[in-house]
Protein backbone atom coordinates (compact mmCIF):
# COMPACT_ATOMS: atom_id res chain seq x y z
CA UNK A 1 0.00 0.00 0.00
CA UNK A 2 2.71 2.53 0.95
CA UNK A 3 4.57 1.39 -2.10
CA UNK A 4 1.85 2.16 -4.36
CA UNK A 5 1.04 5.43 -3.19
CA UNK A 6 4.51 6.80 -3.34
CA UNK A 7 4.44 5.43 -6.88
CA UNK A 8 1.48 7.21 -7.96
CA UNK A 9 2.15 10.75 -6.79
CA UNK A 10 4.21 13.38 -6.99
CA UNK A 11 7.12 14.37 -4.55
CA UNK A 12 5.02 17.76 -3.55
CA UNK A 13 2.00 15.71 -2.95
CA UNK A 14 3.68 13.41 -0.91
CA UNK A 15 4.32 16.05 1.56
CA UNK A 16 0.60 15.67 2.44
CA UNK A 17 -0.21 11.73 1.79
CA UNK A 18 -2.29 10.43 4.72
CA UNK A 19 -2.41 6.52 4.48
CA UNK A 20 -4.95 5.05 6.61
CA UNK A 21 -4.78 1.84 8.18
CA UNK A 22 -6.78 0.01 10.83
CA UNK A 23 -3.88 -0.74 12.90
CA UNK A 24 -0.37 0.73 13.57
CA UNK A 25 2.00 -2.52 13.91
CA UNK A 26 3.22 -1.89 10.28
CA UNK A 27 4.92 1.12 11.42
CA UNK A 28 7.63 -0.62 12.75
CA UNK A 29 7.49 -3.37 9.90
CA UNK A 30 11.35 -3.52 8.35
CA UNK A 31 9.80 -3.26 4.60
CA UNK A 32 7.71 0.06 6.27
CA UNK A 33 11.32 1.75 7.52
CA UNK A 34 13.08 0.63 4.46
CA UNK A 35 10.92 2.39 2.15
CA UNK A 36 10.76 5.12 4.13
CA UNK A 37 14.35 5.79 3.85
CA UNK A 38 14.05 5.23 0.20
CA UNK A 39 12.07 8.39 0.21
CA UNK A 40 14.03 9.84 3.06
CA UNK A 41 11.61 10.04 5.55
CA UNK A 42 12.97 8.87 9.09
CA UNK A 43 11.07 7.28 11.88
CA UNK A 44 11.33 10.25 14.06
CA UNK A 45 9.75 12.25 11.73
CA UNK A 46 7.62 9.75 10.47
CA UNK A 47 6.56 9.34 14.38
CA UNK A 48 6.38 13.56 14.20
CA UNK A 49 3.80 13.43 11.52
CA UNK A 50 1.86 10.88 12.92
CA UNK A 51 1.48 11.96 16.38
CA UNK A 52 0.82 15.60 14.32
CA UNK A 53 -2.17 14.03 12.29
CA UNK A 54 -3.62 12.29 15.26
CA UNK A 55 -3.65 16.02 17.58
CA UNK A 56 -5.57 17.35 14.50
CA UNK A 57 -7.72 14.80 13.95
CA UNK A 58 -8.90 14.52 17.87
CA UNK A 59 -9.19 18.38 18.42
CA UNK A 60 -9.26 20.25 15.03
CA UNK A 61 -11.57 18.63 12.64
CA UNK A 62 -15.08 19.29 12.48
CA UNK A 63 -17.62 16.46 12.87
CA UNK A 64 -21.00 17.07 11.19
CA UNK A 65 -22.40 14.69 13.24
CA UNK A 66 -21.20 16.55 16.33
CA UNK A 67 -22.87 19.35 15.79
CA UNK A 68 -19.93 20.71 13.56
CA UNK A 69 -17.53 20.98 16.16
CA UNK A 70 -14.60 19.02 16.82
CA UNK A 71 -14.17 15.97 19.03
CA UNK A 72 -12.65 17.82 21.65
CA UNK A 73 -14.68 20.69 21.35
CA UNK A 74 -17.47 18.54 21.70
CA UNK A 75 -16.63 16.55 24.74
CA UNK A 76 -15.78 20.13 26.36
CA UNK A 77 -19.61 21.54 25.74
CA UNK A 78 -20.27 17.92 27.62
CA UNK A 79 -18.35 18.97 30.40
CA UNK A 80 -15.99 15.16 29.69
CA UNK A 81 -12.72 17.45 28.88
CA UNK A 82 -10.90 20.29 30.65
Same mark, same amino acid.
Given at each position: ??? =? =? ?9 ? $?L? +? $? =? ?6 ? &??? &?IS %????V ?7 ? =?? +??A? %? ?6 R ?21
Amino acid at each position: MLR =A =ALVTTSEGERR $HLV +I $H =ADCGCHYR &WPE &WIS %ICDEVGVTLDELA =AR +IDAY %IERYNTKRIKHSLGSMSPLRFRESLGLAA
